[in-house]
Nanobody, 128 residues
Framework: QVQLVESGGESVQSGGSLRLSCAAS????????MAWFRQRPGKEREGVAA???????TTADSVKGRFTVSQDNAKNTLYLHMNSLKPEDTAMYYC??????????????????????WGQGTQVTVSS
């Protein structure tokens, strides 16, 4: 049974930094594409960053230069490093993992339908 458990979300001031973690069980993080999504109040879920099994990384334009994704294979954990946080980054952040037998095309990395497994989310609140 695959479980993805996010942690690290909290309330911070604008300009602050956070590191979100996504601990995986029943799934090896290096085997397929994994991604971070967020859902802001009143908005649809959007892709933030993704990392594939070949370690290629994509980052959404809205967070480029401020957020980066990484993974620790020894800890089987995915991370989202967030710097220079802005109030508009306030959202529920979700970790997602693709079916290990499915190759996620680079152009579909930010499509929620490309991912089979989801965590429960962790809340990030940025105040001005």
């Amino acid at each position: 049974q695959v479980q993805l458990v996010e942690s690290g979300g909290e309330s911070v001031q604008s300009g602050g930094s956070l590191r979100l973690s996504c601990a995986a069980s029943g799934y090896t993080v290096s085997y397929s594409c994994m991604a971070w999504f967020r859902q802001r109040p009143g908005k649809e879920r959007e892709g933030v960053a993704a990392i594939d099994s070949d370690s290629s990384i994509t980052t959404a334009d809205s967070v480029k230069g401020r957020f980066t994704v990484s993974q620790d294979n020894a800890k089987n954990t995915l991370y989202l490093h967030m710097n220079s946080l802005k109030p508009e980054d306030t959202a529920m952040y979700y970790c997602a993992a693709a079916d290990r037998n499915v190759k996620v095309k680079w152009w579909s990395r930010y499509f929620p339908s490309a991912y089979k497994y989801w965590g429960q989310g962790t809340q990030v609140t940025v105040s001005s």
